[in-house]
């Protein structure tokens, strides 16, 4: 399995706060990518990374910032939790190159109440 | 832009039977393409994909998958369904020469094997 750990593995937290998620890689992998899982709409793209201090936004970006200092470490932030963000969201990365593919972590289940 | 539909968000299959999930791409050029399975509470996991070699492209636990450009898709198949591969499967189209950040995902399939 690659190399990549997402924490934490389950979230509760209340509306209003603040809430990071952290995706760790041990791959070298230049590409690291936020999605979040929602029923009925598949994985859609919060933000990606093409290296460090590099990212840009995805489809569904509104409410999340994100950040990369390591090669090996992307965070994600939901500077203020909404209910509308409670998901399942998953890290992935992914090597040089629009034909390789991409590996998955195991998700973080975040909810908002 | 690039966009992926997959055609139905449940589909039920005997154990033994045909598996057939639907995969229709959009793109101004050939695509890469790539399907996943997930298990559950787990996260994706690659079970093939397309990158303009051979249009038939064998995966893992027994699918494949045939691009045909005339008809702009990428289905998936096994010819007889276990009940190990219940799970959601999702297609996913990138493009060549393209933004790293553009890898576009489907809607997911959801396959149930009834024994």
């Known amino acids: 399995d690659a190399g990549i750990t997402q924490s934490p593995r389950h979230k509760v937290t209340e509306t209003g706060t603040p809430v990071t998620l952290r995706c760790h890689q041990t791959?070298?992998?230049?590409?690291m990518y936020w999605y979040r899982q929602d029923p009925g709409h598949g994985l859609r793209l919060i933000h990606y990374?093409?290296?460090?201090?590099?990212?840009d936004k995805g489809e569904v970006s509104d409410g999340y910032s994100v950040s990369r200092s390591k090669t090996e470490d992307f965070l994600l932030t939901l500077e203020s939790a909404t209910s509308s963000q409670t998901s399942v969201y998953f890290c992935?990365?992914?090597?040089?190159?629009?034909?390789?593919?991409?590996?998955f972590g195991q998700g973080t289940r975040l909810t908002v109440v | 832009a690039q966009s992926v539909t997959q055609l139905g968000s449940h589909v039920s299959v005997s154990e033994g039977a045909l598996v057939l999930l639907r995969c229709n791409y959009s793109s101004s050029v050939p695509p890469y393409l790539f399907w996943y399975v997930q298990y559950p509470n787990q996260g994706l996991q690659l079970l093939l994909k397309y990158t303009s070699a051979a249009t038939l492209v064998k995966g893992i636990n027994g699918f494949e998958a045939e691009f045909k450009k005339s008809e702009t898709s990428f289905h998936l198949t096994k010819p007889s369904a276990h009940m190990s591969d219940a799970a959601e499967y999702f297609c996913?189209?990138?493009?060549?020469?393209?933004?790293?950040?553009?890898?576009?995902f489907g809607k997911g399939t959801k396959l149930s094997v009834k024994p």
């Open positions: 996913a189209v990138s493009v060549p020469g393209g933004s790293q950040g553009n890898l576009i």
């Open positions: 990374s093409y290296g460090v201090k590099d990212t």
């Open positions: 992935a990365i992914r090597g040089r190159g629009t034909n390789a593919e991409a590996f």
């Open positions: 791959e070298n992998h230049r590409y």
